[in-house]
């Protein structure tokens, strides 16, 4: 239940929301950062606005140390007794003479430390080439930290303006949200930065970061952009810049409003807990997310520079000049956000076809949205804790999904022109998400607000049944809730049905919106094949009646390769369900031998990566023959070698069906070649294929040695670029080895991998078959250890990886119930329940599976 404005609160949400009888209006903050002991001196000013009399302020304030605090006006100086409240993260300013209505200066004084949790104001540390130490202050306030580093109101809704001076070492480079004002040296070897005062703005939204850093030149973007980095690190800047200026011009445009800012940094950061965050002009970045080699990079891992760095640069707009008014709206945000780096980057490489590749982001989300666990993308919220848990799938990706199903139905040119009345009309202020359909109800006269509420307010999704009916003329189409557990629900949703059909002999379509449990639709002729959600845009499940299946599969080549992605991952779908038999699917994947689009093979390998998880050990050598019978054909045709005139999907996709022939496939011949070409590689870096690179490395990991573990470890420490860092780190979780995957589970907390790495390595170590009951065992042996150096955030996400543990659900039940994560309970709950499907479905599966495979 979110706060509307003039009702009265309930208990529960007044206990974590402050009294609005004092607001803030510009804060001056005064911060100076010692990286030598790990603390920091603060003051502020804060323009509040007294709207009842009262002789208290209320504020958060968390892990700081206030040592005075007083109230000016006039002449008048009141000072205040402080009482902190850790509990509930706020501090009390009590004063013994009452502040009258109207406004006030507010004068406090703070210290703190750089800690070392990647949030609030943090440190961090990296080593250069030279094996040198170096540390960096940076922030991270997203949602609820920016308490962690000054005194403040911490809620979206209280937005001001803030002026940042920073003071440090005049060796060192600061940078913040506005441009630098001025820049003076001081006594004692600093030197005081003035930063230009920012536009009204949530406070998560602040940043200061002060280290060793270097600049690019600015360059124009409709502003100055650049990218900010550590020293010997300018050569990979290239790539985010080039994407950087693009997007922010392509949102100003789509927008129709220009950047509200006055500059725009783009920072890689050496230790980030999450891939990026929107602080307005100051936007910090893990570095893989960043910086990159274009020359050397895979396809992929420049893919998700692009992806992360236009996400972000989309919230400048949607999430920083217009904001959510509580935490339940952060979908707002971060779906928009997701669809607008869709829209950016299929704009600047239509030749990555970037929504095809959606749809396998669309299907990871239905993967979570299946489970009775799941959650609305609108969701209540009242803890700082549920804040800092909203941040998954269903808010990113199932909310993108959601708004691309409604763009397409109303239309792109009216969709934009909502957003741009929305934008126009809540610049600088807060919304919920009925502002937002009130807008698109207003640009496309359709009831925008009844149809989407089904989806935001609702958990969920619908499976859509289709079936000949009227001897053959007319599709019986139907809706129930898709769940993977047998579960009964009477919701129902407004569908948008796309429709594609050959009918009476020629192609028919119809586009019908399904708002009850069943309705019939007359194609005008005996149907011989039928499509629904053509293009893959909606947001649904379909499973087939078996004439509609097979009317499909006789013809896979009228659909495109969006629609066969859908097929493949609707049918995988209801087989883990148990809507279907295995054998059903196997028989339709034999079918794709000739399939040439790298997203349907990826939800083809999908299925198979999963079987191998089920699978028992007299089982691999069938499933391996299995995956090198339906991918060896697409191996052949594509070769070793790339061709001339070969688009870079097409390469992207022979590195990903040489993967899986030789890790799932155990394909020795195979493993024998990625051998040779890795040396032929070394020998000569100019040759790699960058798109083939990572597919050896897996390759040689899978098949590996002592000798290969120890040489991947010495390319991982001395990495050039962070994409190869990250292949190398984690290609330490492929080996088979289960002493060398012991070596890896070490890494993990004796300081060898950044506390931003290491719970992911964790989550791959959990999912190799050979070492998963080894880091159950390690991770519960050391779940303290962990807890208390890993990021808050990257918990919940580490055990997602607990779906592979099969013959310990009862344990891994019971652990949890002991041992809650901080964040994300209800994530962890996810997680249980797609074990308990996992196992439900070898239950099914499991005793047939070699000769299920042999058919």
Sequence with gaps: M??????????????????????????????????????????????????????????????????????????????????????????????DDELGVGAWALKIVFRGVLNDKLHGFYR???????????????????????????????????????????????????????????????????????????????????????????????VDAGTSLRIVHVPGKAELTGWARQIGVFSLKYFADYYGIKYPGDKLDLIAIPDFASGAMENLGAITFRETALLADEKTASRAELERVADVVSHENAHMWFGDLVTMRWWNGIWLNEAFATFMEMLAVDAW????????????????????????????????????????????ILTYEKGAAVLRMLEQYLSPEIFRDGIRRYLKKHQFANTETGDLWDALESASAQPVRKMMDSWIFQPGFPIVEAALASGGSSLRISQRRFYYLNEQSDQVWHVPVMIRARAGGKEVARKVLLTDRETAIDLGGKIEWALL???????????????????????????????????????????????????????????????????????????????????????RPVLAAAVREIAGPAANRLGWEARTGESELERQLRGVIIAALGTVGDDPEVQRRAAATYAQFEDNPARADRDLAPALVAILAHAGDAKRYDEFLRKFKSARTPQEEQRYLFSLTGFRDSALLSK????????????????????????????????????????????????????????????????????????????????????????????????????REGASLSSTLKR
């Excluded at 070897?189 to 005062?197: N, P």
């Excluded at 050391?782 to 808050?792: Q, S």
């Excluded at 592979?804 to 962890?828: M, N, P, Q, S, W």
Aim: some cysteine; aromatic content about 10%.
């Design 2 to 95: 979110h706060d509307q404005e003039g009702a009265p609160q309930t208990p529960s949400v007044s206990e974590y929301r402050l009294p609005k009888n004092v607001t803030p209006n510009r804060y001056e903050l005064r911060l100076e950062p010692d990286l030598k002991s790990f603390t920091f001196v603060g003051s502020e000013t804060v323009e509040v606005t007294v709207n009842q009399p009262t002789r208290e302020i209320v504020l958060n304030s968390l892990e700081l140390e206030i040592n005075s605090a007083s109230a000016e006006r006039a002449g008048k100086l009141l000072s205040a007794a402080v009482e902190m409240e850790p509990a509930r993260e706020r501090a009390h300013l009590r004063f």
């Design 124 to 218: 961090s540390e990296y080593t250069d080439s030279a094996g040198k130490s170096h540390t960096v202050a940076s922030t991270q306030f997203e949602s609820t930290d920016a308490r962690r580093a000054f005194p403040c109101w911490d809620e979206p809704e209280l937005k001001a303006s803030f002026s940042v001076t920073l003071i440090i070492d005049e060796k060192l480079a600061a940078v913040s949200n506005g441009g630098i004002k001025s820049e003076r040296k001081i006594s004692g070897g600093k030197k005081e930065v003035v930063f230009t005062e920012t536009i009204r703005m949530s406070t998560y939204l602040v940043a200061f970061i002060v280290g060793e850093f270097e600049a690019t030149a600015p």
């Design 349 to 392: 490489k239509p030749e990555w076809k970037r929504w095809d590749s959606f749809s396998v982001s669309r299907a990871a989300a239905m993967a979570v949205d299946g489970l009775r666990s799941t959650r609305s993308i609108e969701f209540p919220v009242l803890s700082p804790e549920e804040c800092r848990a909203m941040f998954d």
């Design 533 to 619: 959600n053509e293009g893959g845009h909606g947001f649904y499940r379909v499973h087939y009646a078996p004439e509609l299946l097979a009317g499909l599969t006789r013809n896979l080549a009228a659909l495109r390769p969006i629609e066969r992605f859908s097929l493949v991952s609707d049918t995988w779908a209801a087989t883990v369900a148990g809507l279907g038999p295995l054998a059903e699917f196997i028989r339709m994947a034999r079918l794709f031998t000739g399939e040439t689009d790298l997203n349907v093979w990826r939800a083809l390998l999908g299925a198979f990566n999963y079987l191998d998880m089920i699978a028992s050990d007299s089982d």
């Design 744 to 843: 890896t589970m070490a890494m993990t907390l004796d300081g060898q991998v950044r506390t931003q790495n290491a719970p992911y390595l964790m989550h791959s170590l959990l999912l190799n078959t050979t070492s998963r009951y080894d880091a159950w065992d390690f991770l519960r042996r050391n779940w303290e250890e962990m807890a208390k150096k890993y990021p808050d955030n990257a918990l919940p996400r580490m055990c997602e990886a607990i779906v592979a543990l099969i013959d310990r659900e009862d344990e891994v039940k019971t652990f949890f119930t002991t041992h809650r994560v901080r964040l994300g309970a209800k994530i962890i709950d996810q997680h249980l329940e797609r074990l308990r499907v996992a196992v439900e479905f070898r239950a």
